[in-house]
């Protein structure tokens, strides 16, 4: 017997009226809101929202008319209300290419670090008005406001890449959950959501330093966390005035996504260097990760053809389907010349120098053939769910990164020596062939993998579990306000208590100049005193 | 059929040697050395000891040959390793007694705080004395020396208010533990754990403060860190010379302190006030938390007889022993004009004021007594195990601190609402009734208590299990590395950026010196050229 409960009962109360039955035995049952960003977050978010409904959620998605990636069979139990935008697919591929160019033109190094995040700049205001009419399209659209107010959510959960749902929140009165990767120089996680990240250890995102840093690295590291802030806190003043339009009261963005209950990040502490963070904050790396399935019988029978040798696995992504002729004929002439069989996620034309241990494919199941015990090696552009899977089966990487949180993400895995990087715009095929080579046959990197791949498999309780546990958490108590650090009551010089040392210093000041005059005042009476006494 | 293996094999390799067994099948045995701390401090290791026990773990105990607390059945399955010490336990008595003093008569206000501290070094000259000789009985030991060398040990688990756990962890070659309540403003775990504390809303500890802080109390708060910091570090130079001597290289006492893998906090958050931390400190507070079991007969008798109305539960922990008649008698004359009946844990002269409702008993079952359904109130000396019970059960308090961190407890439960404060150097009667009438009869008392109860149970992993989790993963792994932030490596003025901000700005005024130096160059040069031509 099923007993189907609302969430926000107490639970003692659901104990007493179920009298022996364990709590496992309820089906507690609450009303989930997504506000996803499309793209690869959606993978992501998609496993959430898998599990939830596992649980017995209802769960019902924002998602644009637009959306590339975010759609449901029509037998889903997942209610999609549908956002009206004006903007067409081909905008969004079109700034999508205009972003991945743009990290390929101004990787950002020392030297082109302004140019890019001027750059960067322009990319954010086309999104910007990308992201604008998404939020028209609910909190300006009575019809489908006044649908959601009737749908009873207990909890919001957002990707806050796309803006908008930490404001729907507040306008439907509920609670809410955010689900992020991270910001450029994590500008939101310690601008709004306070977390610490001192400049001399943690790396600003997007620098693709590590926590060992030189000093000319520090210095750099400083610089792009004072860059991006400069650019993000300028770039937020139309936001600022957006939220404080629709809340009809003056307020900021940082001030509003400060709100959040609970920061779901997708990373944990096999990827992430170690770092300060808030009890509020909850690092649920990899959660989408399981073990492999069998593969389809071909792919199989090519896997085990490859002998003692065994298979290397190659994606670039979701988001990247095309190479130029001379770059695929770069990277396939090199992949001939291993002893090991590849199998190549990739659109474009057949490259000329194909070999024939390397099969091409529209698609692969990633993860199961990264989980198969042939598989030596990961040729990837270094997305965090592609690195996330090779973590969780113990699988040595060569890195091509290209754009957004790629280039930090492959400098994480080699600075944890399970990867080797090969710059796509300036590699040869020798430089692909050797970093193959180094993975595949210097030891240290499969230990590595291995010893990555046993951090992520020796938690107290799994990623998915726990961001769920969160989400329910909040559902179940309206909130996790105590979690919530008091940093958010105070302003900037309160918190780095500028105003009691300036006090304090302030104090010194007058004690050493009353002290002087005092002592000034004595010498001069003492001295005219013994003037006087010698005069006698 | 149960396998009992060696706890540092490897998972894969136990799963391809059992086939089709799970692991929770599999007995994974270790050997644990514990380096404790007597005292109150005891009863919570014991409780991480006797899981370890469970866990088919191997368990050995160093202990002092005059320890108070620590001590075993000669049936239990424990191994106790005995340190000759020369002084007495009337000594260690004398101490405790001592300090108990020293705060009952200097309690650190913004006006003796200079006092307090000031006795308080001296306090910590006595307690160095007594700390060397137990390290001296281990690490000048040859003896104990070669038979603990012997024992295989997994990990040490140091209760660092005893110093030279650490120190002799690293003589095994064992990785260690640490279990702490907290250090005076959390010297240690901010300066050698690396633990970032904002002044602005983290109270330093001992400091009474809560997470709201008045200008003020932010002044105070400051001035409180460093006092304590100053006092802490020139106390650590004995250490200092001490840790070199034995290890045979200069080293300092917080350097080795840093070595620790992971530092189990005994709070949590419905104690603690949300702050910041790092990913191998790990807070589970209320360890030792269980059901309450069926009170003895008589007990559960006298319980009933209080109807309607109810009980209170009275205990000033297990360090007091004695009040004055006076305070006896003003006690005891409060607790006659309740309703309530009253159990109070006093082992001292029956007070002539006693009153008909109130038993004396030398021990309580405290915690059956605060999980029974008719207790009302909690009247405590605010000891961290005390008010965990007390929130475990949720039962609103009446503190009444006397020493340690209990004036610090008593202001976190207060603060989140659940406790009224008397002060036992001034209260009255009337101040005692009072407190306990509000928190009986005013329903937030119990509902605060509540909400901290429920926070309390609505974690992922229960706080035991935790603390068990992260000692079995630092015994399969030597270590938790990974988790160990690199500040560890950065002295304290790389850690703040201060040569980077000090080379940004010297590069600022360059940059400044040289524009107006040219500026001022061309100026003249411009000048010159004018009244030559003026001249003209």
Not at 42 to 52: G, T
């Amino acid at each position: 017997m099923v007993f189907r409960m609302d969430i926000t009962m107490p639970k003692k109360f659901v104990q007493l009226l179920v009298f022996n039955l364990t709590l496992t035995e309820i089906v507690l049952s609450g009303n989930v809101l997504i506000w996803p960003t499309d793209g690869s977050h959606w993978l992501n978010i998609k496993i959430i929202l898998e599990e939830l409904i596992q649980r017995n959620h209802n769960v019902t998605v924002l998602a644009s008319s637009t959306a590339l990636f975010i759609n449901f069979n029509p037998d889903s139990p997942v209610n999609l209300e549908v956002i009206p935008v004006s903007y067409l697919k081909s905008n969004i591929e079109s700034v999508i290419e205009h972003v991945i160019k743009l990290w390929l033109d101004h990787r950002p190094t020392p030297l082109t670090l302004w140019t890019f995040y001027k750059e960067l700049g322009k990319f954010l205001d086309t999104s910007f008005r990308i992201n604008i009419q998404i939020c028209d399209g609910v909190l300006n659209n009575p019809k489908l406001m006044a649908k959601l107010q009737k749908g009873g959510f207990d909890v919001l959960v957002a990707d806050p890449v796309t803006l908008c749902g930490d404001l729907l929140a507040l306008k439907l009165g509920i609670p809410f959950v955010y689900t992020l990767r991270f910001s450029p120089a994590s500008t939101v996680e310690r601008h709004c959501g306070k977390i610490p990240a001192p400049a001399s250890y943690v790396p600003a995102a997007l620098s693709e330093l590590t926590d060992q840093m030189t000093f000319g690295e520090r210095v750099k590291n400083i610089i792009s966390y004072s860059l991006q802030d400069y650019i993000f806190q300028s770039y937020w003043g139309e936001w600022n005035s957006y939220y404080s339009k629709v809340l009809g009261r003056p307020t900021t963005l940082c001030e509003i996504m400060g709100k959040a209950e609970i920061w779901l990040i997708r990373t944990y502490w096999d990827f992430e260097f170690p770092r300060p963070y808030l009890p509020n904050f909850e690092f649920v790396g990899g959660l989408h990760c399981k073990p492999a399935k069998p593969l389809p019988k071909e792919m199989e029978e090519f896997v085990q053809s490859s002998g003692e040798d065994g298979v290397v696995v190659f994606s670039l992504g979701s988001m990247v389907k095309n190479l130029t002729d001379e770059r695929a004929n770069l990277i396939a002439s090199a992949l001939a010349q291993i002893p090991q069989k590849v199998l190549w996620r990739y659109k474009g034309k057949k490259p000329a120098t194909l070999g024939a241990n390397t099969r091409l494919y529209d698609w692969i199941p990633q993860n199961d053939l990264l989980g198969h015990p042939k598989t030596k090696a990961f040729i990837t552009h270094g997305g965090t769910n592609g690195i996330y899977e090779a973590i969780y089966h113990g699988i040595p990487m060569v890195g091509v990164p290209m754009f957004a949180d790629q280039p930090d993400n492959i400098a994480h895995m080699k600075a944890k020596g399970a990867a080797v990087e090969v710059n796509i715009n300036t590699m040869t095929s020798e430089d692909l062939l050797s970093a193959l080579r180094t993975v595949i046959n210097e030891p240290s990197y499969k230990e590595n993998a291995m010893r990555l791949s046993k951090i992520h498999h020796d938690q107290p309780v799994k990623p998915l579990d726990r961001a769920v546990f969160w989400i329910e958490f909040v559902m179940r108590h309206k909130g996790a306000k105590h979690l919530r650090p008091a940093a958010h009551n105070l302003t900037w010089f309160q918190y780095h208590s500028l105003d009691v040392i300036g006090f304090l210093l302030a104090c010194v000041a007058t004690a050493i100049f009353l002290v002087t005059k005092c002592c000034l005042f004595s010498c001069r009476k003492f001295c005219k005193t013994g003037k006087k006494k010698k005069r006698e």
